[in-house]
């Protein structure tokens, strides 16, 4: 079946460090892929997604390119903030499907 | 700006006793999803609900668990007999519609401990 594995945390950085998180897939086809974020105490909010391959998703300064031949979609950030501090869930989903799969979550720290 | 409401955030249970856990959706959405996330797993899919029936559900979303949407705006999650390895954070999540450009809205999720 279709997985999602993504880097362990936790990742602590310094602000305006740069963030990346590895996320790669396994699935038949053509999945759309997405990034969830959760603030403490809130629900999973999309990031970014990419419906086919080579497209790039960004929003908020974060940004992940579709690789369809190294099947992955990671996770960039130039400059992170004390706000970008979260919890980073890699997801995907078929076209045919209700069901998103998620990558177990990378929980990311920033430090002043 | 619409968001998924769940209560509670937190319910504790004994072992074999029955759980209702509620959702409030996005009010002009038709799809409805509960997944779940074991401390320290990955976030799972429990079920999806459209038109007053599920439409997929997972192997995990077995006999003890139902879902329901009582009235125009909740939807619930109903474990009938809960096992210590139910113990997880419950996400309810709404989409307008599906297909390649949906969007599922998550709530903060219910944490349920069985004791």
């Known amino acids: 079946g279709d997985s999602v594995t993504q880097m362990e945390g936790p990742v602590t950085l310094s602000e305006e460090a740069f963030l990346t998180i590895n996320c790669t897939y396994t699935?038949?086809?053509?999945?759309?892929l997405f990034w969830y974020v959760q603030y403490p105490g809130e629900g999973l909010q999309l990031l970014l997604k990419a419906t086919k391959a080579d497209d790039k998703g960004s929003n908020k300064g974060f940004e992940a390119t579709y690789r369809k031949e190294t099947t992955s979609f990671h996770l960039e950030k130039g400059s992170v903030q004390v706000s970008d501090s979260a919890v980073y869930f890699c997801?995907?989903?078929?076209?045919?499907?209700?069901?998103?799969?998620f990558g177990a979550g990378t929980t990311v720290t920033v430090r002043a | 700006e619409p968001e998924v409401t769940q209560t509670p955030s937190h319910q504790v249970t004994q072992m074999g006793q029955e759980v209702i856990l509620r959702c409030v959706p996005i009010?002009?959405?038709?799809?409805f999803y509960w997944y779940r996330q074991i401390l320290g797993q990955k976030v799972e899919f429990l079920v999806s609900f459209y038109n007053n029936e599920i439409s997929e559900k997972s192997e995990i979303f077995d006999d003890q668990f139902s879902v329901e949407r009582p009235d125009g705006s909740n939807f619930t999650l109903k474990i009938r007999s809960t096992k210590l390895e139910d113990s997880a954070m419950y996400f309810c999540?709404?989409?307008?519609?599906?297909?390649?450009?949906?969007?599922?809205?998550f709530g903060p999720g219910t944490r349920l401990t069985v004791l």
């Open positions: 699935a038949t086809g053509y999945p759309s």
């Open positions: 997801a995907l989903r078929q076209s045919n499907d209700y069901k998103l799969s």
């Open positions: 009010s002009n959405h038709l799809y």
């Open positions: 999540a709404s989409s307008e519609i599906r297909g390649t450009h949906d969007e599922q809205f």
